[in-house]
């Protein structure tokens, strides 16, 4: 059973364990033994901003990306067999462009010359372009329709899951359509619910293209802060020890929300 499982062992152990290693070690070795890296992001002001901003805009993200993917999903599970790889086909077509082709997208359409603009001033809705871009709100617009996908597909899978029997049980028992929902499905896709809000604020605590182009950098996030540490100030110190605060930070998420649902569920496996 070793022998069999040594070449996946080999895999993690590469791509995986060597590289977190790596990483953690640069945050406290530099010519000695030093918890400089870490004091800096407790005491400077721009770690905390970057931190506060970045939980913020994935929270946001997470609950917009739940108001729109929950009724697609309930669409795709009750819709007849044809309509629902229709509705499913569209939601995963994004994933067929790269994910900086749409980003450069989403700048195309949201500058202040851009098609949004321009069609609003057409028609009499504003007498100045609106600041869409370079900006929180060009993030999130941007993230919220690259992760959406994340977030339809858990919910889908968990709602072709729950009996379609309940819901006849709920209705011959006197039960309108409003309250089967709410008292039989709501409680029942929950799992899913949680899967999907897991993994688009994981996903979001970590993107980079996107801010990088849609924040014009005034949107600094946490992976933008790793970048620039490396790239502007040659310090791979600091980088590293950002880079261990955030995968602790998604470790801690991620096991508390194994409390409530198997990590298989949300990482797709089941």
């Known amino acids: 059973m070793l022998a069999l499982a040594l070449p996946a ?3 993690i152990l590469l791509l995986i364990v060597l590289p977190v290693g790596w990483l953690a070690w640069q945050s406290v070795y530099h010519d000695g033994f030093t918890l400089e890296n ?132 709920g209705a011959s028992l006197g039960a309108g359509p409003m309250l089967t929902f709410w008292r039989i499905f709501l409680p029942l896709s929950l799992p899913g619910v949680l899967a999907g809000s897991t993994l688009v604020f994981v996903l979001t605590l970590g993107f980079y293209i996107t801010p990088e182009l849609l924040g014009g950098g005034r949107t600094i996030m946490i992976s933008m802060l790793v970048s620039r540490n490396v790239e502007l100030y040659d310090q791979w110190g600091a980088a590293s020890a950002v880079g261990v605060v955030l995968l602790i930070a998604v470790g801690l998420i991620f096991f508390a929300v194994s409390r409530f649902i198997p990590l298989d569920r949300v990482l797709g496996q089941k």
Do not use: C
């Open 38 to 169: 870490y004091r800096r992001i407790w005491s400077e002001d721009i770690y905390w901003r970057s931190f506060a901003l970045t939980f913020q805009i994935s929270l946001l993200v997470t609950l917009l990306a739940l108001l729109l993917g929950y009724p697609i999903a309930y669409a795709a599970s009750v819709a007849p067999k044809r309509w629902s790889i229709v509705i499913l086909a569209l939601v995963v077509l994004p994933f067929w462009t790269s994910v900086l082709v749409r980003a450069y997208a989403w700048l195309a359409l949201l500058q202040r010359t851009g098609v949004v603009n321009q069609v609003l001033r057409q028609i009499g809705v504003i007498d100045e372009p609106l600041a869409l871009v370079h900006n929180t709100f060009g993030t999130v617009v941007a993230t919220l329709h690259i992760l959406l996908p994340f977030m339809v597909l858990p919910l889908y899978a968990t709602m072709q899951q729950i009996p379609r029997d309940l819901m006849q049980a």
């Open 9 to 11: 062992l080999l895999v």
